[in-house]
């Protein structure tokens, strides 16, 4: 007699495989951090300059905002010039997610923050630095426009010169005292 054959359910290879990538997918997905929101932020009058713990929203001229890694709040600055700083300080964090600062393209002086659309990166930004123009705190500024026809429009009316983030001077931001 031969011995009898018991059919047991075992489940076919194909299938543990897709348990397991099933359970390692929901795994993973847990341990994901939530996406961190890098649009910019709108300036409210509780909104203080990182460097001159002043309001910002009561300084004339282009602001910035920069985003840490990991932080929900924006670094407000009263001017561009002190965020540029900002990137340049080895004691500051390096943790920079992004960089917006308020382009003067036909907009007021007085605040030109107070549209959301206003925002550029600063990154695509051309800036006038040298001009008679003076950032919130007084200082010489680095004044950011969407375009460089807008930036030498700027810079014909006010003087200064045109240039890129990344070509602005560390003296011009770090040495200058006017």
Same mark, same amino acid.
């Given at each position: 007699?031969? %011995?009898e054959?018991?059919k047991?359910?075992? %489940?076919?290879?194909?299938?543990?495989?897709?348990?397991?990538?099933?359970l390692?997918?929901l /795994?993973?997905?847990?341990?994901?951090? %939530?996406?961190?929101?890098?649009s910019? $932020?709108?300036?409210t009058?509780?909104?203080l300059?990182?460097?001159?713990?002043?309001?910002?929203?009561?300084?004339?001229?282009? &602001?910035?905002?920069?985003?840490?890694s990991?932080r929900?709040?924006?670094?407000?600055?009263?001017?561009? *010039?002190? !965020?540029?700083a900002?990137?340049?300080? +080895?004691?500051? %964090?390096?943790?920079?997610?992004a960089?917006?600062?308020?382009?003067?393209?036909?907009v =007021?002086w007085? #605040?030109?923050?107070n =549209?959301?659309d206003?925002?550029?990166?600063? &990154?695509? !930004?051309?800036?006038?630095? /040298?001009s @008679?123009? *003076?950032? /919130?705190?007084?200082?010489?500024?680095?004044? +950011?426009? *969407?375009?460089? !026809?807008?930036? @030498? $429009?700027?810079?014909q009316? #006010?003087g200064? *010169?045109?240039?890129?983030?990344s070509?602005? +001077?560390?003296?011009?931001i770090?040495?200058?005292?006017?």
């Amino acid at each position: 007699m031969k %011995p009898e054959m018991r059919k047991t359910s075992k %489940p076919k290879i194909s299938t543990l495989i897709l348990l397991m990538t099933l359970l390692v997918l929901l /795994g993973c997905e847990q341990s994901q951090e %939530p996406v961190q929101d890098l649009s910019p $932020q709108q300036v409210t009058v509780d909104d203080l300059g990182y460097y001159c713990n002043m309001i910002v929203a009561y300084h004339p001229g282009p &602001k910035a905002q920069i985003l840490l890694s990991k932080r929900d709040k924006a670094i407000w600055f009263s001017s561009v *010039r002190d !965020a540029v700083a900002f990137t340049m300080l +080895p004691d500051e %964090p390096k943790t920079i997610a992004a960089i917006y600062v308020t382009a003067m393209d036909q907009v =007021e002086w007085e #605040h030109p923050e107070n =549209e959301m659309d206003n925002w550029i990166v600063a &990154k695509d !930004a051309w800036f006038v630095i /040298g001009s @008679e123009k *003076r950032g /919130g705190m007084g200082q010489l500024e680095a004044v +950011p426009f *969407r375009s460089s !026809a807008s930036a @030498e $429009q700027f810079s014909q009316a #006010h003087g200064g *010169r045109v240039v890129a983030f990344s070509e602005i +001077p560390k003296d011009y931001i770090m040495n200058s005292t006017e």
